[in-house]
């Protein structure tokens, strides 16, 4: 019979020996050596059934495909944009997966995004050597215009959204501003300029006090008194 | 001549005060820092990023740059002139050497992930705390490890064995010292880093080195309970 040694919901750091034995599974953020199952990485354990994993705490983002990201056009070539996706990499967007109108041959690419624009996007595909696809086409993929975008930690974005959207729906309906939220940590947000900075502000509370139980309710309360 | 008594009253495998703080960078992926009596390091690390000049780049893995930096007034000494020597050149390189054997850069091709190490003060036995803060920062960054690194450094002075020199005895005049920084990965207990400045016996080295693992583990116990803190109480 194995031996779990770390509690759920525990705090575990690299090289951390999480459990003894052979019935218990290791599972992402973990490795097994012989008999143990070892910490691979900073993170929270989870334990689900005989499956020991890691939630990631911290870190860059890493792309994943399915993903959608907002991004900044870097450079503008023949047969499409190069785009910044605040992670290592740099994506490609080709102009087949740009934008459903007709674009002529030899047109002027940065009449549709120009260099510093940011664009919302959806990963479609990223290889091993960390080349990433990205697609315009989809729902509430678009260029970004006017408002402004803000940077925040990658990993406390799932609290910034939400259960089903609850968080950010929130901050829109009190500050009457349109909220672009990427995987990625950009966020992008357009309202009048008073409700902006509201609006950045409570984003910052969030990712200050997103590890804190009874965070909605923090947040309207302090919308509440804002207004 | 004998080294009857260390010259701070300490125990001869006892190392000086230890304190640890994770996060101590904000616009940094990861940060720590390291004290070990009076030799404090800060390390922050960056990226996995984009790795440019091109030509460094390798498409199997990341790669590690560290960068170690005393400051112009750390050390009781002259003035150390600012920028790279022969010595923070080599101490960087033994760094990387000391935490590649740890991290696992094998997701993030043709990237970089750059450590700095900087020195504010220091007395003694600065790689091995630039060492301990960096594994530390490198945690924090949330890359894959599969342990920490733990540093210290080991040594002789006249016929005694001790753990963590101090700079007086460091430079202990008259007779024979030896000075031996090591590194270990903890939970595996294998060696990441040993080097020497002086003379030792064989026998006297294979004794130096189990007295400085108990050391290591006090490190180890310092470095965990700081990343642990740093993250207390997060849910998801």
Same mark, same amino acid.
């Given at each position: 019979?194995?031996?779990?040694?770390?509690?759920?919901?525990?705090?575990?750091?690299?090289?951390?020996?999480?459990?003894?034995?052979?019935?218990?599974?290791?599972?992402?953020?973990?490795?097994?050596?012989?008999?143990?199952?070892?910490?691979?990485?900073?993170?929270?354990? +989870?334990?689900?059934?005989?499956?020991?994993?890691?939630?990631?705490?911290?870190?860059?983002?890493?792309?994943k495909t399915g993903d959608t990201i907002i991004c900044k056009v870097i450079d503008v070539g023949f047969n499409g944009w190069r785009l910044d996706t605040n992670s290592a990499y740099?994506?490609?967007?080709?102009?087949? &997966?740009?934008?459903?109108?007709?674009?002529?041959?030899?047109?002027?690419?940065?009449?549709y995004y120009d260099l510093g624009d940011y664009i919302v996007c959806k990963i479609v595909n990223v290889t091993s050597q960390k080349l990433i696809d990205v697609s315009m086409k989809?729902?509430?993929?678009?260029?970004?215009?006017?408002?402004?975008?803000?940077?925040? &930690?990658?990993?406390?974005?799932?609290?910034?959204?939400?259960?089903?959207?609850?968080?950010?729906?929130?901050?829109?309906?009190?500050?009457?501003?349109?909220?672009?939220?990427?995987?990625?940590?950009?966020?992008?947000?357009?309202?009048?300029?008073?409700?902006?900075?509201?609006?950045?502000?409570?984003?910052?509370?969030?990712?200050?006090?997103?590890?804190?139980?009874?965070?909605?309710?923090?947040?309207?309360?302090?919308?509440?008194?804002?207004? | 001549?004998?080294?009857?008594?260390?010259?701070?009253?300490?125990?001869?495998?006892?190392?000086? %005060?230890?304190?640890?703080?994770?996060?101590?960078?904000?616009?940094?992926?990861?940060?720590?820092?390291?004290?070990?009596?009076?030799?404090?390091?800060?390390?922050?690390?960056?990226?996995?990023?984009?790795?440019?000049?091109?030509?460094?780049?390798?498409?199997? %893995?990341?790669?590690?740059?560290?960068?170690?930096?005393?400051?112009?007034?750390?050390?009781?000494?002259?003035?150390?002139?600012?920028?790279?020597?022969?010595?923070?050149?080599?101490?960087?390189?033994?760094?990387?050497?000391?935490?590649?054997?740890?991290?696992?850069?094998?997701?993030?091709?043709?990237?970089?992930?750059?450590?700095?190490?900087?020195?504010?003060?220091?007395?003694?036995?600065?790689?091995?705390?630039?060492?301990?803060?960096?594994?530390?920062?490198?945690?924090?960054?949330?890359?894959?490890?599969?342990?920490?690194?733990?540093?210290?450094?080991?040594?002789?002075?006249?016929?005694?064995?001790?753990?963590?020199?101090?700079?007086?005895?460091?430079?202990?005049?008259?007779?024979?010292?030896?000075?031996?920084?090591?590194?270990? +990965?903890?939970?595996?207990?294998?060696?990441?880093?040993?080097? +020497?400045?002086?003379?030792?016996?064989?026998?006297?080295?294979? %004794?130096?080195?189990? +007295?400085?693992?108990?050391?290591?583990? &006090?490190?180890?116990?310092?470095?965990?309970?700081?990343?642990?803190?740093?993250?207390?109480?997060?849910?998801?």
């Open positions: 019979m194995s031996k779990i040694i770390v509690k759920d919901k525990e705090i575990s750091v690299p090289g951390e020996t999480l459990a003894i034995g052979m019935d218990t599974l290791p599972g992402a953020g973990t490795y097994r050596e012989g008999e143990r199952i070892v910490a691979n990485r900073l993170g929270l354990v +989870m334990i689900d059934g005989r499956t020991i994993k890691l939630i990631p705490l911290s870190g860059r983002y890493i792309p740099s994506a490609m967007m080709s102009l087949k &997966d740009a934008t459903s109108e007709f674009i002529a041959r030899g047109a002027n690419l940065t009449q989809g729902p509430g993929l678009r260029k970004l215009k006017g408002g402004r975008v803000i940077e925040v &930690d990658p990993n406390k974005v799932p609290r910034i959204i939400g259960k089903q959207g609850s968080m950010v729906i929130m901050i829109k309906d009190a500050t009457k501003c349109s909220i672009t939220v990427g995987q990625n940590g950009l966020i992008w947000i357009d309202g009048e300029p008073m409700n902006e900075l509201l609006a950045i502000q409570t984003i910052r509370k969030i990712e200050k006090e997103s590890h804190l139980s009874g965070l909605t309710d923090k947040i309207k309360e302090f919308l509440e008194k804002k207004k | 001549m004998t080294y009857k008594q260390r010259i701070d009253g300490r125990g001869f495998d006892e190392p000086r %005060k230890i304190e640890a703080k994770v996060g101590v960078i904000q616009r940094a992926d990861g940060s720590a820092m390291f004290r070990i009596g009076n030799t404090w390091a800060y390390a922050a690390v960056y990226g996995p990023r984009n790795l440019h000049p091109k030509f460094l780049q390798d498409p199997q %893995k990341g790669i590690l740059r560290c960068n170690y930096n005393m400051m112009p007034f750390s050390s009781s000494g002259e003035r150390v002139r600012p920028g790279g020597s022969r010595r923070s050149k080599e101490i960087s390189l033994v760094t990387a050497k000391a935490l590649l054997p740890v991290l696992n850069l094998d997701e993030y091709p043709n990237s970089v992930v750059d450590v700095f190490i900087e020195l504010p003060q220091t007395e003694a036995g600065s790689r091995c705390a630039g060492i301990c803060a960096a594994s530390m920062a490198l945690a924090d960054a949330g890359l894959e490890m599969k342990d920490l690194v733990c540093a210290v450094s080991v040594g002789r002075v006249a016929d005694k064995l001790l753990v963590d020199l101090d700079y007086s005895e460091e430079s202990y005049p008259d007779v024979p010292v030896a000075d031996i920084p090591i590194a270990i +990965m903890p939970n595996s207990g294998k060696i990441t880093l040993l080097q +020497m400045d002086g003379e030792v016996k064989k026998e006297e080295l294979m %004794k130096v080195l189990e +007295m400085g693992k108990k050391a290591l583990m &006090d490190i180890y116990e310092v470095q965990k309970k700081a990343l642990k803190e740093k993250y207390h109480g997060v849910e998801v």
